[in-house]
């Protein structure tokens, strides 16, 4: 299986900044895209921002030009670097990553297990 260990989250003050880590491990063969979610109270679980291999990211309109995503391969790992937070950043957190398997043939999809971010004075 595919392992997914966020750390980073915490509670910020509006204006303030914060990075998330998503490391991944177990079978994995190669990793396409790395992105990060994320789900407010009583929303739905959006995407915020992901990675390709390749370097291609996207983001959500709402968190354009304040966070960037960035990977290192070697460490088969996904940042979420997030500047000038904002209380509707407030949500939980997730990393997910699609690969293919060690096993061939295979692909996975893993999510991570969730970090509360909560942006309040």
């Known amino acids: 299986q595919v392992q997914l260990v966020e750390s980073g989250g915490g509670l910020v003050q509006p204006g303030g900044s914060l990075r998330l880590s998503c490391a991944a491990s177990?079978?994995?063969?190669?990793?396409?895209?790395m992105g990060w979610y994320r789900q407010a109270p009583g929303e739905q679980r959006d995407l915020v921002a992901l990675?390709?291999?390749?370097?291609?990211?996207n983001y959500a309109e709402s968190v354009k030009g304040r966070f960037t995503i960035s990977r290192d391969n070697a460490k088969n790992t996904v940042y979420l670097q997030m500047n000038s937070l904002k209380p509707e950043d407030t949500a939980v957190y997730y990393c997910?990553?699609?690969?293919?398997?060690?096993?061939?043939?295979?692909?996975?999809?893993?999510w991570g297990q969730g970090t509360q971010i909560t942006v309040s004075s």
């Open positions: 177990g079978s994995i063969f190669s990793i396409s895209v």
């Open positions: 990675i390709t291999s390749g370097g291609s990211t």
């Open positions: 997910n990553v699609v690969g293919r398997g060690s096993i061939p043939g295979t692909t996975f999809r893993s």
